[in-house]
């Protein structure tokens, strides 16, 4: 039996994305992505926050390049991959990103506006790079928009 490696995270970018390009034109965006939490402790509000390194590759990559900016509240899916490396003194060491597979770009609509006039709807992207403009949840058992299925 496989195993599921499977991270949701739901953030603010800490920095805009940093493009590269590989051989054969592949495209790799990396940036840092910030979640938080607030609990309470002795009657004090804490706020928690972690910091993940997030890369994307080919058509998200582009996709996160021209959309994605510091600050933005994004949601994305992806898996988690620890490689390791050695620093310039010969130690090994050990990296653990997430490795984007969609994201969607949250917010309120004028977050976007002035940014892509055309592009005022929350946008939905994939490793595909393609993207489409959600105005309804789906349900993913029928295909059908949750709104054309509910009996009220």
Known sequence: MSGINKVILVGHLGKDPEVRYLDGG???ASFPLATS???NKDGKKIEQTEWHN?????????TASKFLKK???VYLEGKLRTRSFEDREGHKKYSTEIVAENFTMLGRKTDFESEQSDQSKQIK???SGEMAKEDRPMNY?????ADDILPF
């Open 54 to 62: 997030i890369v994307m590759w080919r058509g998200l990559a582009d």
């Open 37 to 39: 939490e607030t609990y």
């Open 71 to 73: 600050g933005k509240l």
């Open 125 to 127: 992207a994939d490793n």
């Open 141 to 145: 058992e029928s295909g059908e928009a």
């Open 26 to 28: 592949v495209t790799v």
